[in-house]
């Protein structure tokens, strides 16, 4: 059973930056598909980004240009560097990882294991 934990969410200004950490334990993220996902008050739970087990890389196209995900194997942990964060951004930040390498990678149902989110917000 993986165990996902989230990490380096927080309070920041617009125009600033934050790096979410994915750890895992029970489990391997170098060989997984490992997404960010996000829920705004009031809204769904939409796709931000993915690394996929191949290594590519994809985004919603709102961050595109501003964050970036990314895998340390040695530390079984995917991040999310954002940056030039906006208002809209505000939201808790989940990890989740799909070990079946289902080839829809942005929908929430394509994933098995998520962790439990961290908050973070942006004042503008």
């Known amino acids: 059973q993986v165990q996902l934990v989230e990490s380096g969410g927080g309070l920041v200004q617009a125009g600033g930056s934050l790096r979410l950490s994915c750890t895992a334990s029970?489990?391997?993220?170098?060989?997984?598909?490992v997404a960010w996902f996000r829920r705004a008050p009031g809204k769904e739970r939409e796709f931000v980004a993915v690394?996929?087990?191949?290594?590519?890389?994809h985004y919603t196209d709102s961050v595109k240009g501003r964050f970036t995900i990314s895998r340390d194997n040695a530390k079984n942990t995917v991040y999310l560097q954002m940056n030039s964060l906006k208002f809209e951004d505000t939201a808790v930040y989940y990890c989740?990882?799909?070990?079946?390498?289902?080839?829809?990678?942005?929908?929430?149902?394509?994933?098995?294991?998520w962790g439990q989110g961290t908050q973070v917000t942006v004042s503008s």
């Open positions: 029970g489990g391997t993220l170098s060989t997984e598909s």
């Open positions: 989740a990882v799909d070990p079946a390498r289902r080839s829809v990678y942005f929908t929430v149902g394509g994933y098995d294991y």
């Open positions: 690394i996929r087990y191949t290594g590519v890389t």
